[in-house]
């Protein structure tokens, strides 16, 4: 079991910059990628960006050259901590973001959740 606290949320106007937070705690060592997800109203929840434990990362094209994800392994606290840093926000970043981790055990994924922080750009 994964248990994720996100934080960093928040309102922001068009051009801003927020940062975002995700540690992880519980068994983590298991942990492959984590990354960041959003659902803004009426609309599907979309990948942002992920890395995996070996540093690879992937980013949605909306948000290619604005957006940074990096993480922290801190294997001997037990604590991975995933960030997400968004500059240049536009009005479209508004949503609700989760911080999701996966794990593979066995051959199987399993996905944690946390339990979304709200970005709201004005314009």
């Known amino acids: 079991q994964v248990q994720l606290v996100e934080s960093g949320g928040g309102l922001v106007q068009a051009g801003g910059s927020l940062r975002l937070s995700c540690a992880a705690s519980?068994?983590?060592?298991?942990?492959?990628?984590m990354g960041w997800y959003r659902q803004a109203p009426g609309k599907q929840r979309e990948l942002v960006a992920v890395i995996t434990s070996g540093g690879a990362i992937n980013y949605a094209e909306s948000v290619k050259g604005r957006f940074t994800i990096s993480r922290d392994n801190a294997r001997d606290t037990a604590k991975n901590t995933v960030y997400l840093q968004m500059n240049s926000l536009k009005s479209e970043d508004t949503a609700v973001y989760y911080c999701n981790a996966v794990e593979v055990v066995a051959g199987i994924r399993h996905d944690s959740w946390g339990q979304g922080t709200q970005v709201t750009v004005s314009s």
């Open positions: 519980g068994s983590i060592l298991r942990l492959n990628h």
